[in-house]
C-alpha cells in the first residue's frame, strides 16, 4: 500500500526567510504527488501537482516543489515566506493501480511564519 | 462557481445516536470521496464513488459506517451507533472523474460525540 511521510510536525520560520517542508512516498510503479495546504478553520486547498514530465512543479503563492525518483521525494519549497504562509501542509500521493483516485496522505507540517 | 459543500457544519451527538451527513460536490463532477480527520489518524480516505456506485469501500472503518449517492450529485455519510471514536472532520471532495485529478475539497462536518 501507497504511504506518505512528512518528516517534520512543525516548522517554525521567520519571515522573508526560505522554508523547505520534506515528504517522501514509498515506491510505486506510478505514482502521482500533491501539496495540500489547510488554514485555520478551512478546508483543504490544492497546491501545486505532479502528474509527469518536468520534475520541478510551480504551484500558487510562489511555492515550487521537486519530484525525486531516485530518492522518492517530493519536497515542497518556497523561497520567501509571509505571515499568510501560516497554515498546515499535507504531501498526498495516488497510486496506480485498485487505488487510482483514492488520496493517502502524509501527517502534515504545521508552518509557523514568525514576524 | 459554486464549491464542495457540506451540512451540517457542526454536529454534537449523543453516544449511541445515528447521524446523517451531506455532501453536494461540484457540479459535473463525477467522483465523490470522503475522508475523515482526526488527531490520533491523521487524513485517511474512507470511500469513494464514481457515479452512483461505490467500487472501494475499503476505508470504512466498521459496518456502523455507510454511505449513498444518489443522482450523481448529492451524497450522505451515515454513521449508526456512535461511538466516542468517531469524533472527527468530515471531509467531502470531488473531481472530474476517477484518477489523478485535482480534488476539490468542502469545508467539512466537525462531529463531536459526548
Known amino acids: 500500500a501507497q504511504s506518505v511521510t512528512q518528516l517534520d510536525s512543525q516548522v517554525p520560520v521567520f519571515e522573508e526567510a526560505p522554508v523547505e517542508l520534506r515528504c517522501n512516498y514509498s515506491?510505486?510503479?506510478?505514482?502521482?504527488l500533491f501539496w495540500y495546504v489547510q488554514y485555520p478553520n478551512q478546508g483543504l486547498q490544492l497546491l501545486l501537482k505532479y502528474l509527469s514530465g518536468s520534475t520541478l512543479v510551480k504551484g500558487i503563492n510562489g511555492f515550487e516543489a521537486e519530484f525525486n525518483k531516485s530518492q522518492t521525494s517530493f519536497h515542497l519549497r518556497k523561497p520567501s515566506v509571509h505571515i499568510s504562509d501560516t497554515a498546515e501542509y499535507f504531501c498526498?500521493?495516488?497510486?496506480?493501480?485498485?487505488?487510482?483516485?483514492?488520496?493517502?496522505f502524509g501527517q502534515g507540517t504545521i508552518l509557523t511564519v514568525h514576524p | 462557481g459554486a464549491g464542495v459543500s457540506q451540512s451540517p457544519s457542526n454536529k454534537v451527538t449523543e453516544k449511541g445516536k445515528d447521524v446523517e451527513l451531506r455532501c453536494d460536490p461540484i457540479?459535473?463532477?463525477?467522483?465523490l470521496y470522503w475522508y475523515r480527520q482526526s488527531l490520533g489518524q491523521g487524513l485517511e480516505f474512507l470511500i469513494y464513488?464514481?457515479?452512483?456506485?461505490?467500487?472501494?469501500k475499503s476505508g470504512l472503518p466498521s459496518d456502523r459506517f455507510s454511505a449513498e449517492r444518489t443522482g450523481g450529485s448529492v451524497s450522505t455519510l451515515t454513521i449508526q451507533r456512535t461511538q466516542q471514536e468517531d469524533s472527527a472532520v468530515y471531509l467531502c471532495a470531488s473531481s472530474l472523474g476517477w484518477g489523478p485529478y485535482e480534488q476539490y475539497f468542502g469545508p467539512g462536518t466537525r462531529l463531536t460525540v459526548t
Open positions: 464513488f464514481q457515479g452512483n456506485s461505490a467500487p472501494d
Open positions: 457540479s459535473g463532477h463525477t467522483a
Open positions: 515506491s510505486s510503479v506510478s505514482v502521482y
Open positions: 498526498a500521493a495516488i497510486a496506480g493501480g485498485t487505488s487510482y483516485g483514492k488520496l493517502t
